[in-house]
T-cell receptor, first 116, second 114 residues
């Protein structure tokens, strides 16, 4: 079946603009995660959804970052008033509590965000 | 709080060699441990997942082991090939539960030289 998809694959924006990143998880996966990978840094957790609710937003770096998930499926990560330090690859993953391999996370190809 | 460390940061081996990648974690109450591969400019591909109750998992030329008491996992790659060149990441859930965010090591960048 189809894997996790993300769009756009690349986004170049000017400092101060808002951007929206989209994630389509694997069909039926109840959990959805956003991570960020900056140049030379490891993978950093941002926010996690179980269904449409976000029990853990602790990784969001500032109030400029927000995310929502609707219909237990698609999620959008929004960054307002982008800054150059927001430049990174934003990765989305999903997992299913009902799978035999509990919490195995499957990742999308990522969105590479460049803030000029 | 779970912390994951991978050493070395980079490794270069000749084609055909068997090799071991190391992963250490601080909290032995580990739920599971997942190994990923990341090619340049790409997302992560799940290679193996070891549940807390398991000692090892195998897939083709890959074998991952888990030793909770010592806080270590290893990824063994047999008969390495140039196509194995990539960054290998290990990760564990932040808390001892399913469907929680992962804590990642910074990865080992593997180069297999033909």
């Amino acid at each position: 079946g189809a894997g996790v998809s993300q769009s756009p694959s690349n986004k170049v924006t000017e400092k101060g603009k808002d951007v929206e990143l989209r994630c389509d998880p694997i069909s039926g996966h109840t959990a959805l995660y956003w991570y960020r990978q900056s140049l030379g840094q490891g993978l950093e957790f941002l926010i996690y959804f179980q269904g449409n609710s976000a029990p853990d937003k602790s990784g969001l770096p500032s109030d400029r970052f927000s995310a929502e998930r609707t219909g237990g499926s698609v999620s959008t990560l929004t960054i307002q008033r982008t800054q150059q330090e927001d430049s990174a690859v934003y990765l989305c993953a999903s997992s299913s509590k009902t799978s035999g391999r509990y919490n195995e996370q499957f990742f999308g190809p990522g969105t590479r965000l460049t803030v000029l | 709080k779970q912390e994951v460390t991978q050493i070395p940061a980079a490794l270069s081996v000749p084609e055909g060699e068997n090799l071991v990648l190391n992963c250490s974690f601080t909290d032995s109450a580990i739920y599971n441990l997942q190994w990923f591969r990341q090619d340049p400019g790409k997302g992560l591909t799940s290679l193996l997942l070891i549940q807390s109750s398991q000692r090892e998992q195998t897939s083709g030329r890959l074998n991952a082991s888990l030793d909770k008491s010592s806080g270590r996992s290893t990824l063994y790659i047999a008969a390495s090939q140039p196509g194995d060149s990539a960054t290998y990441l290990c990760a564990s859930p932040r808390v001892d539960s399913g469907n929680t965010p992962l804590v990642f090591g910074k990865g080992t960048r593997l180069s297999v030289i033909a």
